[in-house]
């Protein structure tokens, strides 16, 4: 199951964020005792997240194990493609969501690019919507994905 999707830009800047599972709640240990709020403990996940993606030399996998989940991340140009899941789930397979996802915002979009992204932050998650549903992929096939997008814009 997915956790999160993130989509972050090389300066650490959160360009989509899509949470499936609430982050965990912060442990009380013995040094602190502030617990942070649902979207702190969102925003210090990102950041360390970013972090672990962003440092990570090119010739290890795209794969980290991450407390209680695995990150599963890809580049494309300046932004980072970051999934987050269960231990047990098969890494090549969330590889290819991420691939399947680029190609369905370059379909959309011709040519995708960062300012798209910006700009239309609504479209790029009525796309990502419905490819997943839940934190499970609900489609696979990109010219029904689009379809469905078409026919909302539609209805608008």
Request: charged share 30%; net charge negative; glycine share 2%.
């Amino acid at each position: 199951m997915i956790r999160f999707f993130l989509l972050q830009n090389r300066q650490g800047k959160t360009r989509l964020s899509k949470w499936y599972v609430p982050p965990p709640s912060n442990q009380s240990n013995s040094n602190s005792k502030v617990s942070l709020t649902p979207e702190a403990e969102k925003a210090r996940i990102e950041a360390e997240v970013h972090r672990l993606v962003t440092s990570r030399d090119r010739k290890y996998t795209n794969f980290i194990e991450f407390n209680n989940y695995k990150l599963i991340y890809r580049r494309y140009a300046g932004l980072f493609f970051t999934i987050a899941v269960d231990l047990t789930d098969n890494e090549l397979s969330y590889l290819e969501t991420i691939h399947l996802f680029v190609e369905l915002l370059d379909s959309y979009f011709s040519n995708v690019c960062e300012l798209d992204i910006v700009f239309n932050f609504n479209k790029v998650y009525s796309i990502l919507d419905e490819y997943m549903l839940a934190g499970e992929i609900e489609e696979t096939s990109k010219r029904e994905i689009l379809d469905r997008v078409k026919f909302m814009e539609k209805m608008e």
